[in-house]
């Protein structure tokens, strides 16, 4: 088994993951509808600015996925008391019992997911103190934590790198600050709005990150009193306040889920009708998938996907931050774009090693070859590098079945999308990891008429 596998195995098996292989029998269009959740990458940390609140927190359209587990346990190792609302997919979150919680047990939840980075400026701002385990989250590059550790740095932070992990004090408190992030990045825009609403002071944030999920903890943030202004040009202004409330929210919706089983109605030749989808987010995504040649019509209670007919025609796109084409985005795409005819190219200019997935795609039969030069107009921070990072796909090609373990997330997911449209039975196994970010995906293959067996089920 390949290194990225094996991560990938380990991860799924610390979250405690079953019915860890399918068998598929490709080849037939998904049809029909599927709900789209709250987003991973905003749930998770919604849960974490529960820990700013004095009084309990009300979070609704909770996916069932793996992150949440993860961020629930540590939340209720550090004494946040998680229970289920009254409506489906609803969590509320009581911090009441925080100052007096024990930190043990946290290291069990070590390298499952990224989000115990950001419970450092909750936890320093209540507890004067924080320890955060090794991450984990996708392997899909080197994943440094250094702006968060510079920012947390910046608010008065002392830092100490212990063997199993990092451990924080501000024996000062935390004070607001300047920060200027040398790449827009999520987590670290995250980083610094969790820490600065309860920072003593004003804090000024350039090059931030301004993806859809941060403006919607954005709004999280204001519900439960903070003031935090987003101006022109990627700056946010945030005044600390003394204290917040719990707040209540209805979670924005998956993007990422939600493109990726677009890409699957494109690739199966199938037409899927994605509930709670909504078009503000998606705008760069349905740009690229209509010139593709897939086709969507857009209804007030989510986005209609399939493929009208004829020939799927190539295109050369570019990942980037936020408004622009985004990575999580582009290897349910990759598998679509096999099935054009011409020479699709991928420029990857967020993760240094996000093709790793490929590999798979090629022994069912893909024409995709892998450069480490920056194939397209923006050179990257990792032109000349040697980071492998453009990909050169060649199509249609007809894919084959093959037996396949999964490598992480969204990679996982583009192996079940060409599974699903190879002819022949596919063997996937470690599919478990793709419940870090899409609840119940196994019922939605059913619901969609996908062939398949999990199992020892
Ligand atoms: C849980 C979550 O929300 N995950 C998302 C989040 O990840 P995440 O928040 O980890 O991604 P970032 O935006 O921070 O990373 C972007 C780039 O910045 C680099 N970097 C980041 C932090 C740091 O301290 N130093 C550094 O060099 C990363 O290596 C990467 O090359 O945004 C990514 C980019 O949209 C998405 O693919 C992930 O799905
Ligand atoms: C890379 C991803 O997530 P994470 O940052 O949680 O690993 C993803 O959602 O594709």
């Given at each position: 088994m390949n290194p990225l596998a094996q991560d990938a195995r380990a991860a799924g098996a610390r979250v405690g993951l079953t019915g860890d292989t399918i068998t598929i029998n490709g080849g037939q269009p998904l049809k029909g509808r599927i709900e789209v959740k709250g987003a991973k990458?905003?749930?998770?940390?919604?849960?974490?600015?529960?820990?700013?609140?004095?009084?309990?927190?009300?979070?609704?359209?909770?996916?069932?996925?793996?992150?949440?587990?993860?961020?629930?346990?540590l939340l209720e190792v550090h004494g946040v008391k998680v229970a289920l609302g009254a409506e489906p997919g609803e969590l509320i979150l009581d911090p009441k019992d925080v100052e007096s919680a024990h930190m043990v047990d946290i290291d069990a939840h070590a390298g499952s997911s990224r989000i115990p980075i950001l419970f450092c400026g909750p936890l320093l701002h209540r507890l004067g103190e924080a320890f955060i385990p090794d991450l984990g989250g996708c392997r899909i590059g080197d994943r440094p934590i250094d702006f968060h550790l510079e920012v947390l740095a910046k608010f008065g932070a002392?830092?100490?790198?212990?063997?199993?992990?990092?451990?924080?004090?501000?024996?000062?408190?935390?004070?607001?600050?300047?920060?200027?992030?040398?790449?827009?990045?999520?987590?670290?825009?995250?980083?610094?709005?969790?820490?600065a609403v309860r920072a003593t002071g004003k804090t000024e944030l350039t090059g931030a990150a301004i993806e859809p999920e941060i403006m919607d903890l954005i709004n999280i943030l204001q519900k439960m009193g903070a003031i935090i202004s987003v101006d022109t040009d990627r700056v946010i202004r945030i005044e600390g306040v003394d204290s917040l409330t719990g707040y209540t929210h209805r979670a924005l919706f998956d993007r990422n889920e939600a493109a990726s089983w677009a890409a699957a109605a494109l690739a199966t030749n199938g037409d899927i009708f994605v509930g709670g989808a909504r078009q503000p987010e998606m705008l760069t995504f349905l740009n690229v998938f209509r010139k593709v040649g897939g086709a969507f019509d857009i209804h007030d209670d989510g986005i209609r996907f399939y493929h009208p007919g004829g020939e799927l025609s190539p295109v050369v796109i570019e990942t980037d931050v936020h408004p622009g084409f985004m990575t999580d985005w582009q290897q349910p795409l990759v598998v679509a774009l096999t099935?054009?005819?011409?020479?699709?190219?991928?420029?990857?200019?967020?993760?240094e090693q996000r093709f790793g997935f490929?590999?798979?795609?090629?022994?069912?039969?893909a024409n995709i070859q892998l450069q480490s030069d920056c194939?397209?107009?923006?050179?990257?921070?990792?032109?000349?590098?040697?980071?492998?990072?453009?990909?050169?796909?060649?199509?249609?090609?007809t894919l084959h079945a093959a037996d396949i373990v999964v490598p992480d997330l969204r990679g996982g997911f583009s192996h079940l999308i060409a599974a699903l449209s190879a002819e022949g039975t596919s063997r996937v196994s470690n599919v478990g990891i793709i419940?870090?970010?899409?609840?119940?995906?196994?019922?939605?293959?059913?619901?969609?008429?996908?062939?398949?067996v999990v199992e020892g089920e």
């Open positions: 990458n905003l749930v998770t940390k919604a849960m974490v600015a529960a820990l700013l609140g004095e009084t309990p927190s009300i979070l609704r359209d909770v996916p069932d996925i793996s992150d949440v587990r993860v961020v629930r346990g002392v830092i100490e790198k212990l063997p199993s992990g990092i451990r924080m004090t501000a024996p000062e408190g935390l004070v607001g600050t300047k920060i200027e992030l040398p790449y827009p990045s999520v987590g670290a825009t995250e980083q610094v709005l969790l820490t099935q054009a005819h011409g020479v699709s190219i991928v420029h990857e200019t967020v993760y490929v590999e798979a795609l090629i022994d069912m039969g194939l397209g107009s923006h050179p990257c921070r990792f032109g000349q590098r040697n980071f492998v990072h453009s990909a050169i796909i060649s199509g249609p090609t419940s870090r970010g899409y609840g119940d995906f196994i019922t939605k293959l059913r619901q969609l008429g996908a062939n398949f």
